[in-house]
C-alpha cells in the first residue's frame, strides 16, 4: 500500500483507519474515519496519491525533532569494539498529493499512541519521542504500518567496557526506506565514553529494490542544518 496511488475513487483500510479518494464536482475530497473524520478538498487536475511512512514526531503535533529508543536489556559492549544490532522504531504514515513536480501534505496519522520523555537535565534537556524496543541479532518480524526495522551499529571507542540502555537520534536526518515487506532505517552510535555517544542516521537501504520514502521536512521545505547528536546526559 506504500507508494504511489491514482486519485480517483481510491479506497483503502490501514488499521483502524479507512481512507478514501471521492470525486466532487471538479474537485476531490479525501476522507479519513476512524470514529471521527477527516476531510480535506483536493484541487488538481492529473494529480496523485503518495502514501509513505515518515518521522514519528509530527503527532499529536510539532513538539520535537528527538527520537529515544529504550532498549528493554543493557547492551555490554567490550572496549574498541563494534557491532550491529536490530530494533525496532514507530512509524508515522503521511498521504501526500503529487502534481506539477510538487508535493503537498495531506495527512498525517499513526496506528501508535506517541508516548513522550525528557532526556537530560530537567532544566537543560531535550523533549523525545519514546519507543521502547527488544535488540535482535536478525531483522524481526514486524508490522509495517505500526513500526519500522533499524539496523544499528554500536561502536565502543572508550577504553572501558560500556553499558548502553538507549540511543537518541535526531530525526531530521532520517532517512526510511521500505518494500511489501517492511519499514527500515539504518543508524550509528559511536560511544566516547561512559556516558556520552554521537548518534546519526546511515542512509542505505537493506536491500537494493526499497524504495526510499519521502521526507516530511523536506516535503514542508523545512530546512535542515545537522543529522548528528551527541548524547552528553548518559547512555
Not at 149 to 154: A, C, D, F, G, N
Not at 171 to 194: F, H, L, Q, R
Amino acid at each position: 500500500m506504500f507508494g504511489y496511488h491514482e486519485l480517483s475513487e481510491f479506497s483503502t483500510k490501514i488499521g483502524k483507519f479507512s481512507i478514501r479518494v471521492e470525486k466532487n464536482g471538479n474537485f476531490y475530497r479525501y476522507v479519513r474515519e476512524n470514529g471521527g473524520r477527516k476531510e480535506k478538498n483536493i484541487f488538481t487536475g492529473s494529480g496523485r496519491l503518495i502514501i509513505n511512512p515518515v518521522e514519528p514526531v509530527n503527532l499529536p503535533k510539532e513538539i520535537t525533532n528527538f527520537l529515544q529508543i529504550k532498549f528493554d536489556k543493557k547492551f555490554m559492549a567490550e572496549p574498541k569494539s563494534s557491532t550491529e544490532v536490530y530494533l525496532t522504531f514507530p512509524i508515522e504514515i503521511a498521504i501526500f498529493v503529487a502534481a506539477k513536480r510538487s508535493v503537498g501534505l495531506i495527512d498525517v496519522f499513526s496506528l501508535n499512541k506517541p508516548k513522550f520523555t525528557l532526556y537530560g537535565d530537567p532544566r537543560t534537556g531535550i523533549i523525545c519521542r519514546y519507543w521502547e524496543s527488544e535488540l535482535y541479532t536478525d531483522v524481526p518480524e514486524v508490522d509495517k504500518y505500526r513500526e519500522g526495522v533499524m539496523k544499528l551499529r554500536i561502536t565502543n571507542s572508550d577504553d572501558d567496557w560500556v553499558d548502553v540502555s538507549s540511543i537518541v537520534l535526531d530525526v531530521y536526518g532520517m532517512k526510511i526506506y521500505y518494500d511489501d515487506e517492511m519499514v527500515y532505517s539504518a543508524a550509528s552510535m559511536n560511544v566516547t565514553s561512559p556516558k556520552v555517544a554521537e548518534t546519526r542516521f546511515i542512509e542505505r537501504p537493506l536491500r537494493d529494490k526499497m524504495k526510499k520514502a519521502l521526507e516530511l521536512y523536506v516535503a514542508r521545505r523545512i530546512a535542515v542544518t545537522g543529522s548528528k547528536f551527541v548524547m552528553e546526559w548518559g547512555l
